[in-house]
């Protein structure tokens, strides 16, 4: 219960007391100025402490809750800097990936393919590992991206548009002979890229090879 309303309580029981001994004759006269003075008092102490704005709180109110702020025990609260898991995972692709560039430079090939796949492990839904992966597996089997093409399929199921993934998979149509369908990927990814990047005019070139294969041989699929 509030301050001011205990107050006015008080004030409201003193107001009967005095109106009840108001009737009675037989009380001194200095009792009588302390029953009515009593109510005016607490009816004064109570304007006193309203003006003075004295905080209330209604019934039910707790204690405010604490805020914990960034440098104190926040609880679960996450603070800059703390490594998530998707950091975590980034952390160890970003890692992988360097060792597999690695190996690659030192055409290690093999050794390349392995930490793509780990890659994937870690990403399974990143159409990069992916793409990167199939790369990988084509180079260590001297250049047949057949061997890569489980992989290669996958990054295209993941991202239909993804530039490498598209890239790889028109040569592998190439490599096996099926110019119609290497050709329709050259045309897909000929609009992914930019109209005057050099990628885009070697696609093109690739891609009016594939026709001109396609054409003469009956559009072998």
Same mark, same amino acid.
């Given at each position: 219960?509030?301050?001011?309303?205990?107050?006015?309580?008080?004030?409201?029981?003193?107001?009967?007391?005095?109106?009840?001994?108001?009737?009675?004759?037989?009380?001194?006269?200095?009792?009588?100025?302390?029953?009515?003075?009593?109510?005016?008092?607490?009816?004064?102490?109570?304007?006193?402490?309203?003006?003075?704005?004295?905080?209330?709180?209604?019934?039910?109110?707790?204690?405010?809750?604490?805020?914990?702020?960034?440098?104190?025990?926040?609880?679960?609260?996450?603070?800059?800097?703390?490594?998530?898991?998707? =950091?975590?995972?980034? %952390?160890?692709? @970003?890692?992988? +990936?360097?060792?597999?560039? !690695?190996? *690659?430079? $030192? /055409?290690?090939?093999?050794?390349?393919?392995?930490?793509?796949?780990?890659?994937?492990?870690?990403?399974?839904?990143?159409?990069?590992?992916?793409?990167?992966?199939?790369?990988?597996?084509?180079?260590?089997?001297?250049? =047949?991206?057949?061997? %890569?093409?489980? @992989?290669?399929? +996958?990054?295209?199921?993941? !991202?239909? *548009?993804? $530039? /490498?993934?598209?890239?790889?998979?028109?040569?592998?149509?190439?490599?096996?002979?099926?110019?119609?369908?290497?050709?329709?990927?050259?045309?897909?990814?000929?609009?992914?890229?930019?109209?005057?990047?050099?990628?885009?005019?070697?696609?093109?070139?690739?891609?009016?090879?594939?026709?001109?294969?396609?054409?003469?041989?009956?559009?072998?699929?």
């Amino acid at each position: 219960m509030s301050l001011q309303l205990t107050l006015s309580f008080i004030a409201l029981a003193g107001m009967f007391a005095a109106a009840f001994m108001a009737t009675r004759r037989d009380l001194p006269r200095s009792a009588m100025l302390l029953i009515v003075a009593s109510p005016l008092a607490a009816a004064m102490v109570y304007v006193l402490v309203g003006a003075k704005g004295f905080p209330s709180q209604t019934p039910g109110d707790g204690p405010a809750p604490a805020v914990a702020d960034r440098g104190g025990n926040a609880g679960d609260v996450e603070v800059p800097g703390s490594t998530t898991p998707a =950091d975590a995972a980034g %952390g160890k692709v @970003a890692a992988l +990936r360097s060792q597999a560039d !690695d190996a *690659r430079r $030192a /055409k290690n090939y093999a050794q390349a393919a392995a930490f793509f796949r780990e890659v994937t492990q870690v990403a399974p839904f990143d159409p990069d590992g992916w793409a990167d992966l199939g790369d990988a597996q084509a180079a260590a089997g001297g250049g =047949d991206l057949k061997a %890569g093409e489980a @992989a290669i399929n +996958r990054a295209l199921e993941i !991202d239909p *548009r993804h $530039a /490498k993934a598209l890239w790889l998979k028109a040569s592998l149509e190439l490599q096996s002979k099926r110019f119609a369908a290497a050709a329709d990927l050259w045309r897909r990814l000929l609009k992914e890229l930019p109209a005057d990047s050099s990628d885009a005019k070697i696609v093109q070139t690739n891609l009016e090879e594939a026709e001109r294969l396609a054409d003469g041989t009956g559009t072998k699929r």
